[in-house]
């Protein structure tokens, strides 16, 4: 295939530090299921999958030769802030690579709208992390995953190669100084280590919108968020968010 005709290769390789010997897999990266053509023979799911292992395996090796006293438990919590599809999704958008992703949905092309509106209210200085309130669209983070992917064929599966390409768009890092734990987790966490009471989620569905109540109850106060979202997961992250940071604000909590 052509591929200058249908991907802006030159600037993509500019972005990612690497020159494709086979262009074509640039373009298979980032064509989504709804964008085909006769010359783009498949979409980018195996890609994304093979860039998924890779990203995983390149991201824990450099983490457990980087911080050598860290735990395994302390290194999962950081591989888990880092590797996940939120991080690549905002990634993704700081990147500017939701530009560049082929194809043809009026339903995505709005998500993806709504997500990048979103992220440019964070204002954030990294990606890594929980601070985003709103579902990205999977694509996002998935054009991360087969760009690695890509790379890693194409380089003849050079591991190294991969991660040093893909690691600027995922700067800064991690480090143990700056992870956070998972919001719901580390609520979880808090009521176990303070004796609070967690009362079971309220967890409903109207018109394709998840509403999730969490409530705490700690020292004979009631702490509640009920948050929507159109992902129940996400809605549940930011309402354990709230209570996290009510509980945290409350006088009669202080130790």
């Not at 980032?30 to 980018?44: A, K, V």
């Not at 939701?98 to 509106?117: C, G, M, P, R, T």
Request: hydrophobic share 40%.
């Amino acid at each position: 295939m052509n591929a200058e005709k249908l991907v802006n290769v030159r600037y993509l390789e500019s972005l990612l530090h690497y020159k494709f010997n086979d262009p074509s897999l640039l373009v298979e990266a980032l064509t989504h299921g709804s964008y085909m053509l006769p010359e783009i023979p498949r979409c980018y799911q195996r890609l994304e999958f093979l860039g998924d292992a890779v990203l995983d395996y390149v991201v824990t090796a450099h983490l457990y030769f980087k911080y050598p006293g860290l735990t395994p438990g302390l290194i999962t919590d950081l591989r888990s802030a880092s590797v996940n599809n939120e991080c690549y999704a905002q990634s993704a958008v700081k990147a500017g690579l939701h530009k560049h992703i082929l194809h043809a949905s009026q339903d995505l092309q709005k998500q993806i709208f709504n997500a990048v509106e979103g992220f440019e209210k964070l204002d954030l200085v990294s990606t890594f992390g929980w601070e985003a309130e709103t579902t990205f669209p999977k694509v996002l983070g998935d054009v991360i995953e087969s760009l690695a992917g890509a790379i890693f064929v194409d380089s003849g599966f050079d591991k190294d190669t991969t991660f040093q390409c893909i690691r600027p768009l995922l700067e800064p890092l991690v480090t143990p100084e700056t992870v956070k734990l998972q919001p719901v987790r580390e609520l979880s966490e808090l009521c176990d280590q303070k004796g609070y009471t967690r009362k079971k989620d309220i967890v409903s569905r109207e018109n394709g919108v998840a509403y999730i109540t969490v409530e705490v109850e700690a020292n004979g106060v009631i702490h509640k968020s009920t948050c929507s979202g159109r992902d129940k997961i996400m809605a549940k992250k930011v309402a354990s968010k709230n209570v996290l940071k009510s509980l945290k604000e409350c006088p009669s909590n202080a130790t």
